[in-house]
């Protein structure tokens, strides 16, 4: 397993880094390994019977500096950097929403789960807004990893029947080498996708059929006549 610093010639200390002349985060070195995230198998998520629903996972929203393929890290002050050398495989919010919608589709708990509008009308909408998907250098030279996610879920035709809820997770690194990072990071988006699915499952399950007819507004009561 080759290690953060074999690659950079540096060693974490305090959040300074000295070796080779340069930060172990010097994002103006040219990327190297790509990597992706692994979704939950489908072993680990079927039983419960499918819900007859078409679901949309549209490109999630994220927080500032984290719209990137660069692979984010926080450093003790709360400034956050980029491991060199390193990259997800596409922009994250697109790694997070291709993991998140094969997790759905492996769960077989929806007749179909997509990623874009197209000639499929969705039934369901789930939005997600990342605020937080980045390793943390908080205490020591190993990082926690840390996903924090928003969920909004609501019907396609009934805009007033939606719900929000927190998807989160943390996971340590079993050490300060991107292998075991990105392990991590796999760890607790797994683990964030869960709540995912057993909340939307939940609320798909509640709020099937017809969405609520609005209601008319009270009669307005009538002047006698004089």
């Known amino acids: 397993m ?16 000295a070796g080779c002349g340069g930060s172990l ?23 419960a019977a499918p819900l007859d629903a078409l679901l949309l996972v549209p490109r999630p929203i994220v927080a500032p500096g984290l719209d990137t393929d660069r692979i984010a890290l926080v450093h003790a002050d709360r400034r956050i950097d980029y491991y060199a050398g390193s990259q997800w495989g ?10 998140v919608v094969e997790s759905l589709q ?9 990623r874009d509008l197209t000639n499929f009308r969705p039934d369901y909408v789930l ?16 990082p926690r990893v840390r996903v924090d996610l928003i969920a909004t879920v609501g019907r396609l035709n009934d805009r007033r029947s939606v719900v929000t809820f927190a998807a989160a997770a943390t996971e340590p690194a079993d050490a300060n080498t991107m ?7 796999d760890k607790a988006l797994q683990s964030a996708t869960r ?6 499952s939940e ?9 609520a007819a609005p209601q008319a507004a009270p009669p307005t009561p009538s002047t006698p006549s004089q």
């Open 2 to 17: 080759r290690s953060v610093a074999r690659w950079l010639c540096g060693a974490l200390g305090a959040g300074l880094i």
């Open 25 to 47: 985060f010097k994002t103006e070195l040219p990327s190297g390994q790509s990597y992706q995230l692994t979704p939950l198998a489908a072993e680990g998520t079927a039983g």
């Open 90 to 99: 596409a922009p994250m919010p697109e790694v997070i929403q291709s993991a």
């Open 106 to 114: 492996n769960s077989a708990r929806f007749r179909g789960v997509q």
């Open 127 to 142: 939005q997600l807004d990342v605020r937080a998907f980045q390793a943390e250098y908080a205490e020591g030279s190993v």
């Open 179 to 185: 292998t075991a990072v990105t392990a991590a990071f």
């Open 195 to 200: 709540t995912l699915l057993a909340q939307v």
């Open 203 to 211: 609320y798909v399950d509640r709020t099937q059929g017809p969405p």
